[in-house]
Protein backbone atom coordinates (compact mmCIF):
# COMPACT_ATOMS: atom_id res chain seq x y z
CA UNK A 1 0.00 0.00 0.00
CA UNK A 2 1.38 3.29 -0.67
CA UNK A 3 1.63 5.90 1.70
CA UNK A 4 2.03 9.52 -0.36
CA UNK A 5 4.28 12.06 1.09
CA UNK A 6 5.07 10.38 4.29
CA UNK A 7 8.17 10.53 5.74
CA UNK A 8 10.03 11.50 9.11
CA UNK A 9 7.93 14.37 11.02
CA UNK A 10 8.84 17.62 10.02
CA UNK A 11 7.26 20.07 12.67
CA UNK A 12 6.74 23.46 10.90
CA UNK A 13 5.35 26.78 12.70
CA UNK A 14 4.61 29.61 12.61
CA UNK A 15 3.95 32.38 14.83
CA UNK A 16 0.20 33.33 15.62
CA UNK A 17 0.77 37.33 14.74
CA UNK A 18 2.79 36.95 11.72
CA UNK A 19 0.26 34.28 10.37
CA UNK A 20 -2.51 36.20 10.25
CA UNK A 21 -0.48 39.32 8.63
CA UNK A 22 0.95 37.41 6.40
CA UNK A 23 -2.38 35.78 5.56
CA UNK A 24 -3.86 39.07 5.63
CA UNK A 25 -2.06 40.46 2.96
CA UNK A 26 -1.69 38.06 0.69
CA UNK A 27 -4.06 35.33 0.74
CA UNK A 28 -1.82 32.21 1.15
CA UNK A 29 -2.52 29.43 3.89
CA UNK A 30 -0.93 29.22 7.06
CA UNK A 31 1.02 26.10 6.00
CA UNK A 32 2.21 27.54 2.39
CA UNK A 33 3.43 30.39 4.57
CA UNK A 34 5.09 28.36 7.00
CA UNK A 35 6.99 26.22 4.64
CA UNK A 36 8.33 29.06 2.37
CA UNK A 37 9.03 31.29 5.79
CA UNK A 38 8.70 35.36 4.91
CA UNK A 39 11.80 35.45 3.30
CA UNK A 40 10.67 33.12 0.49
CA UNK A 41 12.93 30.33 1.61
CA UNK A 42 12.09 26.82 3.25
CA UNK A 43 12.27 26.53 7.05
CA UNK A 44 14.69 24.15 8.29
CA UNK A 45 13.87 20.64 9.79
CA UNK A 46 13.11 21.57 13.85
CA UNK A 47 15.97 20.38 16.21
CA UNK A 48 15.05 18.89 19.72
CA UNK A 49 15.03 22.25 21.06
CA UNK A 50 13.51 23.92 18.70
CA UNK A 51 10.59 21.07 18.91
CA UNK A 52 10.23 21.44 23.06
CA UNK A 53 10.11 24.98 22.47
CA UNK A 54 7.31 24.83 20.12
CA UNK A 55 5.62 22.13 22.45
CA UNK A 56 5.12 24.99 25.30
CA UNK A 57 4.51 28.02 23.41
CA UNK A 58 1.10 25.55 21.73
CA UNK A 59 2.12 26.05 18.17
CA UNK A 60 2.78 22.32 17.60
CA UNK A 61 0.89 20.85 14.85
CA UNK A 62 -1.77 18.92 15.40
CA UNK A 63 -0.99 15.31 15.91
CA UNK A 64 2.26 15.56 16.95
CA UNK A 65 4.16 14.10 19.55
CA UNK A 66 3.57 15.55 22.99
CA UNK A 67 4.84 14.00 26.06
CA UNK A 68 2.41 13.60 28.76
CA UNK A 69 2.40 12.93 32.82
CA UNK A 70 0.61 9.62 31.50
CA UNK A 71 1.91 8.16 28.28
CA UNK A 72 0.18 4.80 28.95
CA UNK A 73 -3.32 6.36 29.14
CA UNK A 74 -5.18 5.68 26.03
CA UNK A 75 -5.58 9.14 23.25
CA UNK A 76 -9.28 10.57 24.08
CA UNK A 77 -11.15 10.17 20.86
CA UNK A 78 -13.27 12.44 21.64
CA UNK A 79 -10.28 14.87 22.43
CA UNK A 80 -10.53 18.40 20.18
CA UNK A 81 -8.59 22.25 20.62
CA UNK A 82 -10.43 24.78 18.40
CA UNK A 83 -8.24 27.17 16.53
CA UNK A 84 -9.45 30.64 16.10
CA UNK A 85 -6.62 33.27 14.91
CA UNK A 86 -6.76 36.80 15.76
CA UNK A 87 -7.89 38.70 13.23
CA UNK A 88 -9.47 35.84 11.29
CA UNK A 89 -12.97 35.56 10.45
CA UNK A 90 -16.30 35.76 12.31
CA UNK A 91 -18.48 33.48 11.55
CA UNK A 92 -21.47 35.06 13.02
CA UNK A 93 -21.74 38.63 11.32
CA UNK A 94 -20.26 37.73 8.19
CA UNK A 95 -21.85 34.67 7.12
CA UNK A 96 -25.68 33.09 7.52
CA UNK A 97 -25.38 30.49 9.93
CA UNK A 98 -29.63 29.59 10.33
CA UNK A 99 -29.71 25.48 10.37
CA UNK A 100 -25.78 25.59 11.41
CA UNK A 101 -25.61 21.27 10.42
CA UNK A 102 -22.05 21.14 11.57
CA UNK A 103 -20.63 21.41 15.07
CA UNK A 104 -20.05 25.69 15.55
CA UNK A 105 -17.39 24.63 18.50
CA UNK A 106 -15.58 22.25 15.90
CA UNK A 107 -14.79 25.12 12.86
CA UNK A 108 -11.31 26.35 13.42
CA UNK A 109 -11.24 30.20 11.92
CA UNK A 110 -7.68 30.88 10.71
CA UNK A 111 -7.98 33.59 7.94
CA UNK A 112 -10.75 36.91 6.90
CA UNK A 113 -12.84 36.37 3.94
CA UNK A 114 -11.51 36.27 1.14
CA UNK A 115 -8.12 36.29 2.42
CA UNK A 116 -7.73 33.38 -0.08
CA UNK A 117 -9.19 34.64 -2.89
CA UNK A 118 -11.40 32.66 -5.29
CA UNK A 119 -11.58 33.20 -9.17
CA UNK A 120 -14.23 33.81 -11.35
CA UNK A 121 -14.04 33.36 -15.02
CA UNK A 122 -10.21 33.70 -15.17
CA UNK A 123 -7.96 34.18 -17.86
CA UNK A 124 -7.23 31.26 -20.08
CA UNK A 125 -3.75 29.93 -22.15
CA UNK A 126 -3.03 27.72 -24.11
CA UNK A 127 -0.93 24.34 -23.79
CA UNK A 128 1.99 25.87 -25.19
CA UNK A 129 1.81 29.22 -22.95
CA UNK A 130 1.13 26.95 -19.78
CA UNK A 131 4.07 24.88 -20.65
CA UNK A 132 6.15 27.69 -20.30
CA UNK A 133 5.78 28.05 -16.39
CA UNK A 134 4.59 23.78 -15.71
CA UNK A 135 6.86 21.22 -15.82
CA UNK A 136 5.40 17.64 -17.00
CA UNK A 137 4.78 16.41 -13.49
CA UNK A 138 2.78 19.58 -12.36
CA UNK A 139 -0.97 17.93 -11.51
CA UNK A 140 -3.89 19.52 -13.23
CA UNK A 141 -7.44 19.36 -13.25
CA UNK A 142 -9.21 18.20 -16.37
CA UNK A 143 -12.62 19.28 -17.08
CA UNK A 144 -13.93 17.87 -20.08
CA UNK A 145 -17.44 18.94 -20.93
CA UNK A 146 -18.93 17.98 -24.33
CA UNK A 147 -16.43 19.13 -27.06
CA UNK A 148 -14.51 21.69 -24.19
CA UNK A 149 -11.94 20.84 -22.37
CA UNK A 150 -10.42 23.52 -19.87
CA UNK A 151 -7.09 22.69 -17.30
CA UNK A 152 -6.61 23.91 -13.65
CA UNK A 153 -2.87 24.11 -12.47
CA UNK A 154 -3.21 22.38 -8.96
CA UNK A 155 -0.29 25.11 -8.80
CA UNK A 156 -2.64 28.14 -9.23
CA UNK A 157 -5.48 26.22 -6.53
CA UNK A 158 -3.02 26.17 -4.04
CA UNK A 159 -3.21 30.01 -3.80
CA UNK A 160 -7.11 30.13 -4.33
CA UNK A 161 -8.90 27.00 -4.01
CA UNK A 162 -11.73 27.78 -5.89
CA UNK A 163 -12.47 28.88 -9.45
CA UNK A 164 -15.66 29.70 -10.71
CA UNK A 165 -15.82 28.62 -14.19
CA UNK A 166 -18.36 27.69 -17.66
CA UNK A 167 -17.22 25.52 -19.65
CA UNK A 168 -19.30 24.38 -22.43
CA UNK A 169 -21.85 26.29 -21.27
CA UNK A 170 -22.54 24.27 -17.77
CA UNK A 171 -21.26 27.02 -14.57
CA UNK A 172 -18.75 24.64 -12.83
CA UNK A 173 -16.42 25.37 -9.56
CA UNK A 174 -13.05 23.16 -9.72
CA UNK A 175 -12.25 23.48 -5.36
CA UNK A 176 -8.67 22.07 -3.50
CA UNK A 177 -8.03 22.50 0.07
CA UNK A 178 -4.31 21.74 0.32
CA UNK A 179 -4.91 20.55 3.62
CA UNK A 180 -6.89 17.37 2.28
CA UNK A 181 -5.16 17.58 -1.39
CA UNK A 182 -8.85 17.16 -2.01
CA UNK A 183 -10.24 17.75 -5.13
CA UNK A 184 -14.01 18.43 -6.82
CA UNK A 185 -15.77 19.36 -9.64
CA UNK A 186 -19.16 20.83 -8.93
CA UNK A 187 -22.07 21.96 -10.42
CA UNK A 188 -22.33 25.88 -9.66
CA UNK A 189 -26.41 25.51 -10.31
CA UNK A 190 -28.84 24.47 -7.83
CA UNK A 191 -32.45 24.11 -7.85
CA UNK A 192 -34.18 26.49 -5.80
CA UNK A 193 -38.13 26.32 -4.93
CA UNK A 194 -40.54 28.89 -6.95
CA UNK A 195 -41.43 32.22 -5.15
CA UNK A 196 -45.52 31.93 -4.52
CA UNK A 197 -45.67 28.76 -5.80
CA UNK A 198 -45.76 26.76 -2.95
CA UNK A 199 -44.90 23.17 -2.56
CA UNK A 200 -46.07 22.44 -5.98
CA UNK A 201 -44.09 25.13 -8.66
CA UNK A 202 -41.55 24.06 -10.65
CA UNK A 203 -38.26 24.72 -8.89
CA UNK A 204 -35.77 27.49 -10.65
CA UNK A 205 -32.47 27.22 -10.90
CA UNK A 206 -29.79 29.38 -9.15
CA UNK A 207 -26.42 29.99 -10.53
CA UNK A 208 -23.63 30.55 -7.42
CA UNK A 209 -20.42 31.89 -7.00
CA UNK A 210 -18.17 30.29 -4.53
CA UNK A 211 -15.30 31.98 -2.02
CA UNK A 212 -13.46 30.75 0.69
CA UNK A 213 -14.67 31.84 3.29
CA UNK A 214 -11.54 31.73 6.12
CA UNK A 215 -12.83 28.89 8.44
CA UNK A 216 -11.97 25.00 7.99
CA UNK A 217 -14.18 22.30 9.09
CA UNK A 218 -12.35 18.51 9.74
CA UNK A 219 -9.06 20.11 8.38
CA UNK A 220 -11.38 21.18 5.06
CA UNK A 221 -12.28 24.21 3.51
CA UNK A 222 -15.64 25.69 3.90
CA UNK A 223 -16.72 27.78 0.95
CA UNK A 224 -19.64 30.66 1.14
CA UNK A 225 -21.64 31.49 -1.88
CA UNK A 226 -21.95 35.13 -2.82
CA UNK A 227 -25.60 35.10 -3.33
CA UNK A 228 -26.70 34.29 0.13
CA UNK A 229 -23.26 34.25 1.98
CA UNK A 230 -24.43 30.19 3.14
CA UNK A 231 -21.53 28.25 4.20
CA UNK A 232 -20.34 25.20 1.79
CA UNK A 233 -18.13 22.02 2.84
CA UNK A 234 -16.22 20.50 0.62
CA UNK A 235 -15.57 17.10 1.33
CA UNK A 236 -19.28 17.09 3.35
CA UNK A 237 -20.95 17.79 -0.19
CA UNK A 238 -23.32 20.13 0.55
CA UNK A 239 -24.56 23.43 2.86
CA UNK A 240 -24.27 23.48 5.81
CA UNK A 241 -25.75 26.97 6.71
CA UNK A 242 -27.81 29.43 5.60
CA UNK A 243 -31.43 29.28 3.12
CA UNK A 244 -29.69 26.60 1.19
CA UNK A 245 -28.73 24.17 4.36
CA UNK A 246 -28.79 21.06 3.40
CA UNK A 247 -28.60 20.99 -0.69
CA UNK A 248 -26.33 18.82 -1.65
CA UNK A 249 -23.70 19.60 -4.33
CA UNK A 250 -23.75 17.83 -7.61
CA UNK A 251 -20.24 16.16 -8.48
CA UNK A 252 -18.47 15.82 -11.92
CA UNK A 253 -16.18 13.16 -12.55
CA UNK A 254 -12.92 14.05 -11.21
CA UNK A 255 -9.82 13.77 -12.89
CA UNK A 256 -6.33 14.84 -11.56
CA UNK A 257 -3.44 14.14 -14.12
CA UNK A 258 -0.11 15.17 -14.97
CA UNK A 259 0.05 18.31 -17.23
CA UNK A 260 2.24 15.77 -19.64
CA UNK A 261 -0.45 13.96 -20.26
CA UNK A 262 -3.08 16.88 -20.54
CA UNK A 263 -0.73 18.00 -22.83
CA UNK A 264 -0.77 14.97 -24.86
CA UNK A 265 -4.75 14.08 -24.80
CA UNK A 266 -5.92 18.08 -25.32
CA UNK A 267 -3.39 19.82 -27.42
CA UNK A 268 -5.74 22.29 -28.28
CA UNK A 269 -6.94 22.71 -24.67
CA UNK A 270 -6.80 26.00 -22.71
CA UNK A 271 -5.50 26.17 -18.81
CA UNK A 272 -6.16 28.57 -16.07
CA UNK A 273 -3.24 31.36 -16.53
CA UNK A 274 -1.07 32.86 -14.19
CA UNK A 275 -2.31 36.06 -14.74
CA UNK A 276 -4.54 36.12 -11.72
CA UNK A 277 -4.19 39.58 -10.96
CA UNK A 278 -2.83 38.53 -7.91
CA UNK A 279 0.84 38.09 -6.98
CA UNK A 280 1.48 34.31 -5.87
CA UNK A 281 4.80 32.39 -6.65
CA UNK A 282 2.88 29.69 -8.45
CA UNK A 283 5.97 28.10 -9.66
CA UNK A 284 6.70 26.70 -6.12
CA UNK A 285 5.60 24.07 -3.83
CA UNK A 286 4.54 25.76 -0.65
CA UNK A 287 2.99 22.33 1.02
CA UNK A 288 5.46 20.56 0.40
CA UNK A 289 6.47 20.35 3.88
CA UNK A 290 3.44 19.95 5.27
CA UNK A 291 2.60 16.81 2.78
CA UNK A 292 6.00 15.50 3.86
CA UNK A 293 4.91 14.84 7.14
CA UNK A 294 1.59 12.85 8.85
CA UNK A 295 1.26 15.86 11.66
CA UNK A 296 -2.12 17.94 10.76
CA UNK A 297 -2.30 21.88 10.72
CA UNK A 298 -5.85 21.65 12.91
CA UNK A 299 -7.64 19.29 14.99
CA UNK A 300 -9.93 16.76 13.66
CA UNK A 301 -12.85 15.52 15.79
CA UNK A 302 -12.26 11.26 16.16
CA UNK A 303 -8.59 11.39 14.72
CA UNK A 304 -7.75 8.29 17.20
CA UNK A 305 -10.59 6.79 15.56
CA UNK A 306 -8.51 6.32 12.06
CA UNK A 307 -6.62 3.22 11.34
CA UNK A 308 -3.60 2.82 12.55
CA UNK A 309 -2.49 0.95 9.63
CA UNK A 310 -3.04 3.53 6.83
CA UNK A 311 -1.00 6.99 7.41
CA UNK A 312 -3.20 9.99 7.51
CA UNK A 313 -2.37 11.69 4.57
CA UNK A 314 -2.65 8.54 2.62
CA UNK A 315 -4.17 9.73 -1.32
CA UNK A 316 -7.56 7.98 -2.76
CA UNK A 317 -10.57 8.22 -4.11
CA UNK A 318 -13.75 9.11 -2.04
CA UNK A 319 -16.97 7.64 -3.28
CA UNK A 320 -20.40 8.49 -1.54
CA UNK A 321 -23.97 7.75 -2.77
CA UNK A 322 -26.75 8.57 -0.44
CA UNK A 323 -24.77 8.33 2.76
CA UNK A 324 -22.76 5.20 1.91
CA UNK A 325 -19.13 5.70 1.28
CA UNK A 326 -16.13 4.15 0.36
CA UNK A 327 -12.47 5.33 0.31
CA UNK A 328 -10.03 3.43 -1.79
CA UNK A 329 -6.39 4.24 -2.01
CA UNK A 330 -4.02 4.88 -4.93
CA UNK A 331 -2.45 2.01 -4.68
CA UNK A 332 -5.40 0.11 -4.81
CA UNK A 333 -6.44 2.16 -7.53
CA UNK A 334 -3.50 1.48 -9.28
CA UNK A 335 -4.04 1.42 -13.40
CA UNK A 336 -7.59 0.28 -13.11
CA UNK A 337 -10.72 -0.33 -10.38
CA UNK A 338 -14.18 -0.92 -10.75
CA UNK A 339 -16.22 0.03 -7.34
CA UNK A 340 -19.80 -1.51 -7.85
CA UNK A 341 -22.44 0.93 -5.68
CA UNK A 342 -26.30 0.48 -5.80
CA UNK A 343 -26.26 3.36 -8.66
CA UNK A 344 -23.97 1.35 -10.63
CA UNK A 345 -20.03 0.77 -11.15
CA UNK A 346 -17.44 3.71 -10.49
CA UNK A 347 -14.35 3.17 -13.09
CA UNK A 348 -11.37 5.01 -11.75
CA UNK A 349 -7.55 4.46 -11.99
CA UNK A 350 -4.52 6.26 -9.97
CA UNK A 351 -2.33 8.88 -12.09
CA UNK A 352 0.64 10.01 -11.91
CA UNK A 353 2.14 13.73 -11.02
CA UNK A 354 4.41 15.74 -8.97
CA UNK A 355 3.80 14.69 -4.97
CA UNK A 356 2.40 11.77 -5.52
CA UNK A 357 -0.11 11.86 -8.56
CA UNK A 358 -3.62 11.88 -8.16
CA UNK A 359 -6.89 10.17 -9.36
CA UNK A 360 -9.01 9.66 -12.91
CA UNK A 361 -12.64 8.73 -12.76
CA UNK A 362 -13.36 7.37 -15.82
CA UNK A 363 -16.79 6.86 -15.51
CA UNK A 364 -19.60 6.94 -12.85
CA UNK A 365 -23.16 6.72 -12.20
CA UNK A 366 -25.86 9.81 -12.33
CA UNK A 367 -26.37 10.31 -8.34
CA UNK A 368 -22.80 9.36 -7.07
CA UNK A 369 -20.12 11.62 -6.03
CA UNK A 370 -16.36 11.31 -6.07
CA UNK A 371 -13.42 13.32 -4.90
CA UNK A 372 -9.96 12.79 -4.73
CA UNK A 373 -8.77 13.29 -0.96
CA UNK A 374 -5.99 11.57 1.96
CA UNK A 375 -7.55 9.08 4.00
CA UNK A 376 -8.01 11.60 7.39
CA UNK A 377 -10.14 13.97 5.85
CA UNK A 378 -12.87 12.13 3.90
CA UNK A 379 -13.07 9.41 7.41
CA UNK A 380 -13.38 12.47 9.44
CA UNK A 381 -16.44 13.02 7.01
CA UNK A 382 -17.66 9.73 6.61
CA UNK A 383 -16.29 7.42 9.40
CA UNK A 384 -18.57 4.50 8.33
CA UNK A 385 -16.43 4.49 5.13
CA UNK A 386 -15.55 0.84 3.23
CA UNK A 387 -11.80 1.15 2.93
CA UNK A 388 -10.49 -0.48 0.39
CA UNK A 389 -6.69 -0.89 -0.10
CA UNK A 390 -5.59 -3.53 -2.33
Known amino acids: MRASRISAVTLLALPVAGYIAYG ?3 GECAISAAAR ?21 GVAPAGSARETAQPE ?17 DLETTYDLTGLSIPREQIHTL ?17 AQAGEWLSGGDRVIDITIDSETVGVPLKILTYHEIANLTVAGRPVAAT ?16 IPAEGEGDGGEPESLTLEFGVSGALYNSNVLMFDRQSNSLWSQLGLKAVSGPHAGTELTLLPIRVVSFSRFAQTH ?33 V ?5 LRDDIPKKTLGLGVQHHGKAWFITADALGDGYTLQTPA ?4 ARATEGAGGGGVEVLSQPEGVSTTQTFYYAWASFFPDAEVITD
Open 24 to 26: SLT
Open 176 to 191: YCPLCDSVTLVSREIE
Open 344 to 347: GPVS
Open 267 to 299: PKARLVSRATGHERPYEGDGYAGYFATDSLMVD
Open 301 to 305: HGTAR
Open 73 to 89: TAPDPDSFNQTNRPGSV
Open 111 to 127: LPKDAIPSLTDPALETV
Open 37 to 57: GFSGEKIPMATAADRAAMEQS
